[in-house]
């Protein structure tokens, strides 16, 4: 008999929380990263061509009129500032993963009202990120996720990982 | 002895002696006849009613925070702790540093849960009443931004304030629950290395933190200094993530997610990285390493005569505790051992201070902490060789604070 109640109080211990569980939606809501390989890219696509008209209606104020010269850090940078006293952080210079373009202007730009942008628009306004940093052949290019997980940066080898 | 000391004691003397004779009843005054003008004004009236929440003076000697931000994103910068005018070892909650990458949020916690999912036995919302009940601990523990002391990167001194250039760093008792204590309800799965963890911000901050440091000693915190936190601290619950760059303390907290793999966010790969001399950036360098600076005397402070004066300043390592600090007056020619105030902490401000007799003459001021583990700090010249000038982030280099002549302080390279 007690036996048997100490596997009820066990069994009870190890299922119950004081949490709540979440629903499969809300699960998922949270897990919603995108990752360096893109996995977590939206379904959707834009062109540098369309990207352009969004990022002078909404970027080059702070970001000039193609990434450089603005208030904000410059998103064209020179590589051979690198190692000088003020290196340019720029995406061809610096970003080592594309979809990590996507994941920051959609959560973060513009600063004045983030999450404002739709799928489309977030892959317009990144391809033309792209193009005015050297890394797309030309403004028709559809970038969707396919594209931003196959593209290779130029940077991406430039990082080594801290011991600890 | 200095005439100015000798000045000084004689003054002290002079009156120790006129309190003596009015004690022992010597003096042929009487109470009623003292006379009006040397009876306090507070002695004469009401004091002021009391008050739900004390607030600061607000006269011009009350310290306060200087605010750096963007001008066109208000919300993106940094306010300093005023270190040159704070003393002790515990920074008061509305000083302590902010830095902000778009503005401070308004959570309604009555609304907010901490959600805990990825690779995990189950998904978990914990409300704050439910976070409450929970087993809590208190750590005292400093908190630094990675781009602390990034002037002293620069070609010249920058002339500012101690806090102005060193402030990015405050130390607060921070009271929660254990976040190892909560991934374990929830049942971190054995792929689970990191946990990606999301900020509730208008900026999107999102890092990742190796499973090792979360199931270690991150607390999810709830209180700074005894009362909930406050709004710019990350109401209503952050991380508290021992010895590591403030990034990772993440603030409104919102998901933690159980992963195979960093997500390698701007956070984790552009900002907070340490590009080196070869144009190599170092990622998920967390560590905050031994560093120290004297807080007083320091740049805009004139020292107040000739004699004794007091050295003191703060120490602190992401690497354990404090063993050592030395202080040199003759910038770095010769060093003495400071006397660390007790208690001396685990990744908390530890308060060092040394006696000093100031003759009028010029003097380069410096500190050098050491850690538990023998970590020394380096001189600026040995950073700059290790880290290059392009560098920006973890800049512990010692400081030089030259007292002139006239008592001036100002900041220096040697």
Known sequence: ?164 | MSDGNDYNRRKFIKNAALGAALASGASKLSADETPASVIPDSWKKPGSPFSNYGQPRTDRSSPIRWISNNQVVPGDGVSWSPLHELEGTITPNGLHFERHHNGVPDIDASQWELKIAGLTQRALGFSLDVLRRFPMRSKVAFIECGGNSNAIYRRNPVQAACGYIHGLVSCAEWTGVSLGRLLEEAGVQRSGKWVIVDSLDAAGVTISLPIEKAMDDVIVALYQNGEPLRSEHGYPARLLVPGWEGIVNIKWLGSITVSDRPVMSKFDTVSYTDLHANGIAERFSFEMKVKSVITSPSPGQTLKGTGFQEISGLAWTGNGMISRVEVSTDGGASWREAALQEPVLNKALTRFRLPWSWENTNAVLQSRAYDQSGNVQPTRAMLLKQKGSNAYYHNNAITSWAVAETGAVSHVYV
């Open chain 1, 1 to 164: 008999m007690l036996l048997c109640y100490l596997l009820v109080a066990s069994a009870v211990e190890a299922q119950s929380s004081l949490a709540r569980e979440l629903a499969p939606l809300e699960r998922l809501q949270v897990e919603n990263h995108i990752y360096a390989d893109g996995q977590g890219l939206p379904v959707g696509s834009g062109t540098a061509q369309q990207g352009l008209t969004l990022y002078a209606n909404l970027c080059a104020s702070c970001h000039g009129n193609r990434g450089q010269g603005g208030s904000a850090l410059e998103l064209v940078g020179d590589r051979a500032l690198l190692d000088s006293e003020f290196p340019d952080r720029g995406i061809a210079v610096y970003w080592p993963y594309a979809p990590t373009l996507y994941e920051y202007v959609r959560r973060s730009m513009p600063p004045d009202k983030p999450y404002s942008l739709s799928v489309d628009e977030v892959y317009s306004v990144v391809a033309f990120l792209l193009q005015i940093n050297g890394l797309l052949a030309d403004a028709e290019i559809t970038v969707d996720k396919k594209f931003l997980s196959r593209l290779e940066m130029p940077n991406k080898n430039g990082f080594i990982t801290s011991d600890r």
